[in-house]
DNA sequence: TAAAGGTAGTTAATCGTTTACCGTTAAGCG
DNA sequence: CGCTTAACGGTAAACGATTAACTACCTTTA
């Protein structure tokens, strides 16, 4: 059996009020320091633990956060790892949940105030956000939304990735390349849309003709299936603009698979930065995310508001840039 | 306010033993059709939302499992990602602790059975799942460890990662290498043990010296960093084995940055088998983790103790496997 | 007609803490 | 000596569910 704190009470002929105020390190009255001794001492010596369950329900603090993400991919790795580093000195224990292939992720969202978490961190999970405030209008869970921007309510660190991907497009353009292509994935979601919104925009200013390749997913396996495919019904376009690097790296493979040349042939960018970029024998360009600054803003914001639910919610806005490598780099 | 049992039961003039027994789907008794769709009703029309933290008090289960892995690596990360694949149509969320950056991961370790979790999974953990026990002798929660392979009691899926690495440096001998180097880092724990025990005895037997290059992370700026500095000082080794693919892939890119070919000058082969190695110009040899396999039966063990915490203990021992690739295939 | 059995729902204890609000004791003080 | 006050700790009510045991009523059945 577990041992409670009434177990340490009774041993020691003291209340289970008494013994609480020693553990729980908050002493709303005087505890004398003998007694105090006397309860670390057994609790010790009985391997007490407290339960967090009943603590919770008490306090209505669960030290959990949770954070909804899309997948699991590289990138939204990073992001967990950054944000708990952030969150560990503060002593919260992190819920992950890659909500794409979750098989019911909307009645997930409308039924997420069961578990009581203290906080909720939604990465490019605009969606979610929404089908969760739509059904618990009265829920008011401190909620930080990071990722691409969008039109949001609450506290918000937002990417802008329309500027991103203008800047991807016209270092193409400036790299010679005169059809590049966008290549994305199928699901419509905003980060496609504001990095095809930059994309068209572009193309369109110089009087080309946009192109888009449409792969299922926006995983390496997908995109470099889906090349393969489109190279065999069309020509290869001489640029390539990628949803997220790791399309990037799924395209860039399918074209050494064919024997066409990187950057001379088709000069290929990416988009968010993540490590595996520098680790090609070819380092990829690629739009970078800010996640350092992202993860260290989203927390900061996030905990402001479990420590004072009522501040002004705070809207940031950072810019991702364009790192050129050796990828779309001609001589 | 949130919204209770006993505030539909007021509305209804029902007990919450009633409302209960119809929102918890387990009728211990008869409730009559209509009270029942009144009950659901009403709680759809208040938008209540049960508490999992109150019926975690009682019940004992919070639903929630624990993960403890080393770091949240890609390998480990495609772990995590396939368990909460097979997790998921079971109802579980999943927390997920990376001990190796945890500040003080034992005293984590000791206090852990605090959080009430239905279940652990532990992935390359065997000092934590060590601390753990030794504080914790009478806690009997579920736990199953997963990884490479290591004297243990319990449930455990492991993986021979001794005869592995002897495929490996075999595989590189063959090749033609006369002095292969076993890259890894500064921390010894018994999965690079492991591995070091099959380079060392593979090396004897040839009758070659054998040549350990430590880096202080198994991270791929980590082994590129050293890479460098080791090949200022030293002549450059004609074989490669890597602790894992990261630092197989770290490694590549110094010796690509120094002009040194891969795999005519260097044959390399790394560990796990993540999906980033597919994904190079020149794809990297690895043992391959059967991380499906193991994932399987990691939660099919773990799942039939949660529902009968009496039944034996099950281990069993999985092989890694060689993939060649270009990185160690000669012409 | 009395016992048995089924149906529908209630009572109240319980899970392990926290915490607002009360005692009790003894020292301090005029 | 009587009163105040600080020091130390206890009482008991939450928190929001679950659940064993029980009541009450209505039908069967022998």
Redesign the interface.
């Known amino acids: 059996m577990r041992v409670t704190i009434r177990d340490i009470a009774n041993r020691l002929n003291l209340s289970t009020a008494t013994v609480s105020k020693v553990l729980s390190g908050r002493e709303s009255t005087f505890i004398s320091e003998a007694t105090r001794q006397r309860v670390l001492e057994t609790a010790r010596e009985m391997?007490y633990?407290?339960?967090?369950?009943?603590r919770?329900?008490v306090t209505g603090k669960?030290d959990?956060i949770s954070l909804w993400a899309e997948t699991?991919a590289?990138y939204h790795?990073e992001v967990?790892?950054l944000l708990?580093?952030q969150m560990?000195?503060y002593g919260f224990?992190?819920?992950?949940?890659?909500m794409v292939?979750?098989?019911d992720w909307r009645a997930y969202c409308e039924?997420f105030?069961?578990?009581?978490v203290d906080g909720i961190i939604a990465l490019d999970s605009p969606r979610c956000v929404r089908v969760y405030h739509e059904?618990?209008?009265?829920?008011r869970t401190p909620l930080v939304s990071i990722g691409a921007y969008y039109l949001e309510e609450g506290d918000f660190v937002g990417v802008d990735l329309y500027s991103g991907a203008v800047e991807a497009v016209q270092h193409l353009l400036e790299a010679g390349c005169r059809r590049p292509a966008y290549l994305v994935c199928e699901y419509g979601h905003h980060v496609g849309d504001a990095r095809y919104d930059g994309y068209i925009s572009v193309m369109q200013q110089a009087g080309l003709e946009p192109l888009v390749i449409v792969a299922e997913q926006s995983s390496?396996p997908s995109a470099?299936q889906r090349m393969h495919e489109y190279l065999q019904e069309h020509p290869c376009p001489d640029g390539l603009f990628c949803f997220n690097d790791e399309m990037a790296?799924?395209a860039?493979?399918a074209l050494?698979e064919r024997g066409i040349r990187v950057p001379d042939d088709v000069a290929i960018v990416g988009c968010d930065g993540i490590?595996?970029t520098?680790?090609?024998?070819?380092p990829l360009s690629t739009v970078v995310q800010p996640v350092a600054e992202m993860c260290r803003l989203g927390w900061e914001f996030l905990l402001r508001r479990i420590e004072n639910p009522s501040v002004a919610p705070q809207q940031v806005l950072l810019k991702a840039h364009l790192v050129v490598r050796d990828s779309s780099t001609r001589r």
Chains 1, 2 share one sequence.
């Not at 059904?135 to 829920?139: F, G, Q």
């Open positions: 391997g633990r407290p339960n967090r369950v009943a919770a329900l669960t959990i699991l590289p790795t967990v790892n708990m580093d560990r000195p224990e992190l819920i992950v949940t890659d292939k979750h098989p039924k105030p069961q578990w009581q059904a618990n209008p009265m829920v390496r470099r790296i799924g860039y493979r050494c490590m595996d520098e680790y090609l024998e070819r």
